[in-house]
């Protein structure tokens, strides 16, 4: 992990998960922008704070994903922190079990998914937040509103520097993961489409690196969500007329774009991005969904003919 100065007084912990930190100089105050995956992750920050001398008295959450606030309650057993979330986020964020349930269908979840990449430690949160301008204890933030990674979620902008949150994922991180986790497919472009107007210095995204001309990542990210929709529009058209089952369409995708589920945690993240493209094929009206067999099934829309 390194710190990395981008401008006077904003940073950021370069990482596999981004962390921000801005310092409020004259009045000896430095605000956290998420806080990394585990008490390991936010031990390292601290550690680093202090060699270098800086503050640490709040902490702002972009969204309610594990990866970006499970650090956070060792921070608050440790020191007395003000912490701001966005709303609905919050909800998760004091109740991080709703995370996992949502992952089971609404059912109460299994063990081999109540772990830290899906639920980190209960918060206490101090101030809600939406989108807009805020004064917090003398900090000048901006919260703009990113949805389709998760719900509700924020980019952080302070100091002319944005804070992207999981909005964009940096080159590398989308050829890892090959499918980007989102839950709904039209706002993640939505998003895409207002960070490349929008008007700042540079980015941190929440995987990836630094950029001050981070159009040309975000432009890619774009053409990678088409790519993998197309893709999903090639196999449901090569299915006769009974269609194929969201199950297989699962499958088919991971097959298809040499992905390897190798456990509970790895199916659910997966299986929840995959069937954010079919909704947006759904909702386009691209395809049919159909009860057949009792088993849910997905059909390429055939245009009606008109009658002569």
């Not at 949502?102 to 206490?124: T, V, W």
């Not at 009792?294 to 002569?308: D, F, G, H, P």
């Amino acid at each position: 992990m390194e710190l990395i100065e981008i401008c006077r007084d904003t940073y950021y912990f370069k990482s596999a998960v981004n962390i921000g930190y801005v310092h409020l100089k004259e009045q000896e105050k430095g605000m956290l922008i998420d806080a990394g995956l585990d008490s390991q992750s936010m031990k390292k920050v601290i550690k680093k704070l202090e060699e270098k001398k800086l503050p640490l008295t709040h902490l702002i959450i972009t969204h309610s994903h594990a990866d970006h606030y499970g650090g956070a309650a060792y921070l608050q057993s440790t020191k007395n922190i003000y912490t701001i979330a966005p709303q609905i986020e919050e909800a998760i964020l004091r109740n991080p079990i709703l995370a996992s349930v949502a992952f089971s269908h609404g059912n109460y979840p299994i063990e081999e998914i109540r772990n830290k990449f899906i639920e980190g430690q209960a918060l206490e949160i101090d101030e809600v937040v939406d989108e807009g301008k805020y004064e917090v204890d003398g900090f000048s933030i901006e919260l703009i509103s990113l949805p389709g990674h998760s719900v509700n979620q924020m980019g952080i902008l302070m100091n002319d520097i944005l804070f992207a949150a999981d909005s964009y994922f940096g080159i590398e991180s989308l050829d890892k993961h090959k499918i980007p986790y989102i839950i709904d497919l039209e706002q993640t472009l939505s998003s895409l489409d207002k960070l490349s107007n929008l008007k700042c210095s540079g980015t941190v995204p929440g995987h990836g690196i630094y950029e001050e001309n981070f159009q040309e990542t975000v432009h890619a990210n774009k053409k990678v969500h088409q790519e993998i929709l197309s893709s999903m529009r090639d196999i449901i058209d090569s299915y006769d007329d009974n269609g194929i089952s969201h199950e297989q369409i699962v499958k088919q995708m991971c097959d298809r774009w040499d992905i390897k589920l190798f456990n509970m945690t790895s199916f659910v993240l997966y299986r929840t991005a995959i069937t954010a493209y079919l909704t947006k094929l759904y909702k386009d009206q691209q395809v049919t969904l159909e009860i057949i067999d009792n088993t849910i099934n997905i059909k390429q829309k055939k245009e009606e003919k008109l009658s002569t």
